[in-house]
């Protein structure tokens, strides 16, 4: 290896195609001769795209918190020749700012100290190893699972609750959907205000802030403040479709249509700009720029510009009135770099600008919808940030499972459509019984050669839950035998049979020989920034247990959720997705099966949709499931068992115990109360 040949220490740059602070720092630093010509002289370079290899961020992530106590991208870190961290940090400025040194000045720094006090480097790499490894043992932390620990993470949740705002905690604001499925869940079961008042107050002022894309759909990666007004503009696929998810959640649990109207345009948004229409599969990013020099111009608006696309024939003045009160747009905006531009935000209702103009709320609607359309028309004719058309797995399938689940709640048959296709691409492409999951099935760049990457923990976890996701959605026996084949090798390739809990990657012998840190075991549980990989593994095999009945899958999740049982009350919402878990686990799991066809079945599906519980499935089987021999073991003993019955019914199942079978929406709706 170079490093170790020409004993140099190695400077490790991790970023990303969306990452904006990245981009700065390729710009100011890395482009520059002076900066390149001491890289080049002191360091051997190393660059990881974050996206591609998360093992490898994960525990470079895990080291420079641990040095510097930041976290983050650009992830700047230097190590020895043999890999191992001895400082880092984030983003370093071209001169002294921002109350951080030069990236000049550190590089000169770590090379003097490289030479001339090798001793002092060697031994700070190794805390540093020791500090990893102690982060990563999960020592001290086991106990016994309990539904307190759910209490905790909610408590914790709710003692950072803006209550004016919406979100938890202060700038910058994440929008954190774990947590937020987590408090619709328990508010659905509780009917506690509180829950209610803290995901509603959430949602509502997101999808009003700027950090939602007013007028393409969709959500930016988070807020610089906390009023939701001024984002970082990227935009994630994982952000949107989990908060797909929240809102069609919250749908359910409230039956506001605010809700639904969102999750509609979040799909909108996919659609267009991250969906491969002809293939299926999911888009990774929209990049927040789309230049060096740009600052979210693209998503951004000067007053001139607002009429300028309001006056393609005529000036039209109501319209323009309407777009300006409604967006908040001013001649001195939101951006820092440029005053003059407005992030467009929902500042006053339709109610109150009629009044304001003397106009009925319809009128004000009607010319809203106007300008909307013609505001997006023209911003379409601008530079357009770059979208990173790699197909991840990982999040692949919780866009997958998004869409499935919004397709369900909304009735929306064509995004039912396009998630399956996307999921037939994933298990086509991806998977292969012997090797197991790809993490990339494409590259942005098709001409790109690189080595296939293996899967880890999350594509295992997440995909396998889409693939329940699917069955649930279809009744398809074929996606229930893909669901099982994957979490049986998620158990053979990333299981610990000693301690329990699952690994981040592969278990395999070649790990322990790994270069640097990359040979520390990881098992993640902390959400950041997707649903973490141990409890989506843990709730995996619970939904397996559910249809199988074999213990052997429950055994699994609770060595998992144990590991962490002592401790993940003290990580409040970033031990949200652990939360979830622990209600598949401690909660009992309901079925609803419905068989039969025809608006009376319609009618039972709505009814059983109605309501939420992240603990409740809903299957429709046609009538002839009874002679075809194809269900899940425990659905099998459960219909097949069943008297015959010459219509449609429901049947209302609860740890594997059912209740009498209904066939009337009001009956369904009250055992569905009283099972609850």
Same mark, same amino acid.
């Given at each position: ?75 700047? =870190? +230097?190590? #020895?020749?043999?890999? *191992?961290?001895?400082? %880092? @940090?984030? /983003? ?7 109350? $951080? ?96 008042? =803290? +995901?509603? #107050?959430?949602?509502? *002022?997101?999808?009003? %802030? @700027?950090? /939602? ?7 930016? $990666? ?455």
């Amino acid at each position: 290896m170079s490093a170790q040949r020409e004993n140099k220490p190695i400077l490790l740059d991790i970023g990303a195609v969306w990452c904006h602070w990245c981009h700065v720092m390729d710009r100011e630093s890395y482009d520059s001769p002076e900066i390149a010509q001491i890289v080049n002289e002191h360091f051997i370079a190393v660059k990881v795209d974050r996206d591609e290899r998360p093992d490898i961020d994960g525990r470079y992530q895990i080291a420079v918190s641990s040095i510097s106590g930041q976290g983050g991208w650009p992830l700047t =870190a +230097f190590l #020895t020749p043999d890999g *191992k961290p001895f400082y %880092g @940090g984030t /983003y370093f400025p071209p001169d002294d700012h921002y109350g $951080r040194p030069s990236f000049r000045r550190v590089l000169l720094s770590i090379a003097g100290a490289y030479r001339e006090k090798h001793g002092d480097v060697v031994e700070q790499a190794q805390m540093v190893e020791r500090a990893i490894a102690q982060a990563e043992s999960h020592a001290g932390q086991s106990g016994e699972i309990s539904p307190k620990v759910i209490d905790a993470i909610v408590a914790s949740a709710l003692r950072t609750f803006d209550e004016e705002n919406g979100g938890f905690g202060n700038a910058p604001k994440f929008p954190h959907p774990s947590i937020l499925d987590l408090l619709i869940d328990q508010y659905a079961r509780s009917g506690d205000e509180r829950l209610r008042r =803290a +995901f509603v #107050t959430t949602l509502e *002022k997101m999808a009003r %802030g @700027g950090v /939602y894309d007013q007028l393409a759909g969709g959500f930016h $990666r988070y807020s610089v403040d906390e009023h939701w007004i001024v984002p970082h503009f990227e935009k994630m696929s994982y952000d949107n479709s989990e908060l797909l998810k929240n809102y069609a959640h919250a749908y359910r649990a409230t039956r506001e249509p605010f809700f639904a109207d969102v999750a509609r345009d979040i799909i909108r948004w996919m659609d267009e700009w991250l969906s491969d229409r002809e293939r299926g599969g999911f888009y990774a990013s929209q990049d927040a720029d789309y230049s060096m020099d740009d600052d979210g111009d693209y998503f951004t608006w000067t007053v001139q510009e607002t009429h300028d696309a309001l006056n393609e024939d005529a000036f039209n003045e109501p319209e323009a009135k309407v777009a300006s009160l409604y967006y908040d747009i001013n001649e001195i905006g939101d951006m820092h770099h440029n005053p003059a531009r407005n992030v467009l935000h929902v500042r006053a209702s339709l109610e109150d600008i009629g009044k304001r103009l003397d106009l009925t709320s319809d009128q004000v609607r009607a010319l809203l919808d106007a300008a909307k359309s013609k505001m997006y028309a023209a911003r379409l004719k601008r530079p357009t940030p770059y979208v990173d058309k790699t197909l991840y797995v990982s999040w692949n399938a919780l866009c997958i499972s998004a869409y499935l689940e919004a397709a369900r709640v909304l009735g929306m048959d064509e995004v039912r459509r396009f998630g399956l296709r996307s999921l037939d691409r994933i298990l086509a492409e991806a998977w292969d019984p012997v090797r197991g999951l790809r993490h990339v099935i494409a590259y942005s760049d098709p001409a790109a050669e690189k080595r296939p990457v293996p899967g880890v923990l999350d594509d295992y976890a997440f995909t396998a839950n889409a693939c329940f996701d699917a069955y649930e959605s279809t009744s398809d026996i074929t996606y229930f035998n893909f669901a099982k084949q994957i979490v049986d090798k998620t158990i053979s390739l990333f299981f610990d049979s000693v301690s329990g809990g699952f690994f981040d990657t592969e278990k395999s012998a070649d790990r322990l020989q790994a270069f640097g840190v990359l040979s520390t075991p990881r098992k993640p549980f902390q959400d950041s920034p997707t649903p973490a990989g141990n409890p989506a593994a843990a709730i995996a095999l619970l939904r397996l247990h559910y249809f199988t009945n074999d213990r052997s899958y429950r055994d699994k999740a609770k060595e998992t959720l144990e590991l962490m049982a002592g401790s993940a009350g003290q990580y409040g919402l970033f031990a949200a997705t652990y939360g979830l878990a622990v209600v598949h686990f401690s909660q009992p799991h309901t079925q609803v099966l419905i068989i039969g066809e025809g608006n009376s079945a319609d009618a039972l599906v709505s009814e059983a949709l109605s309501t939420f519980s992240v603990t409740r499935s809903v299957l429709r089987f046609s009538p002839d499931i009874m002679a075809s021999g194809t269900l899940p073991p425990a659905l099998a003993q459960t219909i097949l068992n069943l008297p015959a019955h010459p219509g449609t019914l429901a049947l209302v199942c609860s740890g594997f115990s059912c209740r009498p079978p209904v066939s009337d929406r009001e009956e369904l709706a009250r055992t569905l109360r009283s099972s609850s």
